[in-house]
């Protein structure tokens, strides 16, 4: 059998790194052995990383005690098969280890999907635990693999984040205000609002450093640097939706709007070092989590009605996307603890989108 390698983190200092290496397993009775291709590396992942213990990410893919394997999405080829129905050669979509292999034990199979019902893995969202066979599904794009891995997770939390807030009325509020804006996430709740709620005004948040590269984009009415709060013009309510995890940024959020502050949703936590300050005034954060409200839609409107809406707003973004980032081919281990050194120390510029391989 090849050798199996997979990246571990601390949990309590996201910096430190181990590369693990041991045989990989045989797939037993029912089960199969996913080889890894590709996987994109964000500040999602990171946020992955930093909620770990809360949201129970660090529960898909177990680790020696006090580490942490991060999921990623990537692509994934079968290796090797004791599946009826999976076929060595077919290659899947899904939420991966940082790792090059995987045992998977595929459940509710169907031609464009199976689910992995290893017992570890059922308590956690569902939506996690599906793997899309790319032969027979729709949504996949052979010229397009990249964008997908780098930008379709992030997609559906905006795409939801968006639904939420309008189906709220936006809370009264008739402008939102997006901290982190030069994240992939950020970007693509920009994206969606621009299109479904276009009588919202978008004010983007961002570094000093950024501001250039988020206006390039078009997807703000204005960009705004953290250090500019202060002079920020405001009218009416605003809603904030928070992806950086700055304690600090939503201190100064509240100070500057006061009565005008409507909302804050947490998503995100791309500067989560920099958390010290308390919030004490204004809203209580409200945090998002994608699957429930993935779930509630799906349950109002029928799984293939949400696919459908998902994808008509998906097909416009991949599309406008190409045009933000370069995408950066990476391979091998030691490049892979520098990039994610980078995405933890805030360090990895806006405008690369990072694939790594093996």
């Known amino acids: 059998m090849p050798i ?3 990246m571990m983190v601390r949990k309590d200092a996201l910096e430190q790194i181990a590369i693990n ?4 397993p045989e797939p037993q009775e029912g089960e199969v052995l996913l080889e890894i291709e590709a996987f994109a590396l964000t500040a999602n992942n990171v946020t992955y990383a930093v909620v770990g213990e809360t949201v129970k990410y660090w529960n898909f893919f177990p680790a020696a005690e006090g580490w942490g394997i991060v999921p990623v999405w990537g692509h994934a080829r079968v290796a090797a098969s004791r599946h009826p129905e999976i076929a060595v050669g077919e290659r899947v979509y899904g939420y991966l280890p940082m790792a090059t292999h995987l045992i998977v034990q595929p459940g509710k199979v169907s031609a464009g999907l199976f689910r992995d019902m290893a017992a570890h893995r059922q308590p956690m969202a569902v939506v996690y635990n599906q793997y899309k066979r790319l032969a027979a599904d729709a949504s996949h794009d052979p010229e397009r693999e990249d964008a997908r891995m780098l930008f379709e997770p992030l ?6 984040i968006e639904d939420q807030l309008r189906r709220a009325d936006w809370h009264g509020a008739s402008i939102v205000i997006l901290t982190s804006a030069s994240s992939k996430t950020a ?3 920009a994206h969606v609002a621009r299109a479904a709620s276009p009588g919202v005004t978008r004010i983007g948040l961002t570094s000093a450093g950024n501001v250039g590269f988020v206006e390039r984009t078009g997807l703000y009415d204005r960009v705004v640097a953290y250090d500019a709060i202060d002079d920020m013009a405001v009218e009416g309510k605003a809603v904030v939706v928070d992806f950086a995890g700055n304690a600090q940024v939503i201190a100064d ?3 500057r709007l006061g009565a005008q502050l409507a909302y804050v ?3 995100g ?3 989560h070092g920099e958390s010290e300050a308390v919030v004490h005034a204004g809203p209580k954060p409200i945090w998002f989590f994608a699957p429930d409200a993935a779930a509630a839609m799906i349950a109002e409107g029928g799984a293939e009605a949400f696919q459908k809406a998902v994808a008509a707003r998906w097909a416009g973004f991949v599309i406008e996307a190409d045009g933000w980032v370069t995408i950066a081919h ?6 892979l603890q520098q990039v994610w050194r980078d995405q933890v120390a805030g360090r990895a510029k806006p405008d690369i989108g990072y694939i790594m391989r093996w």
Do not use: Q
Not at 21 to 24: D, L, P, Q, R, Y
Not at 155 to 160: A, E, H, R
């Open 269 to 271: 936590v791309t500067h």
């Open 253 to 255: 959020l509240v100070t």
């Open 21 to 24: 290496e041991t045989i990989a």
């Open 155 to 160: 997609f559906l939390t905006s795409f939801l």
């Open 4 to 6: 199996k390698r997979e």
């Open 265 to 267: 949703l947490k998503v």
């Open 187 to 189: 970007m693509g709740l």
């Open 330 to 335: 990476e391979r091998g281990g030691d490049v």
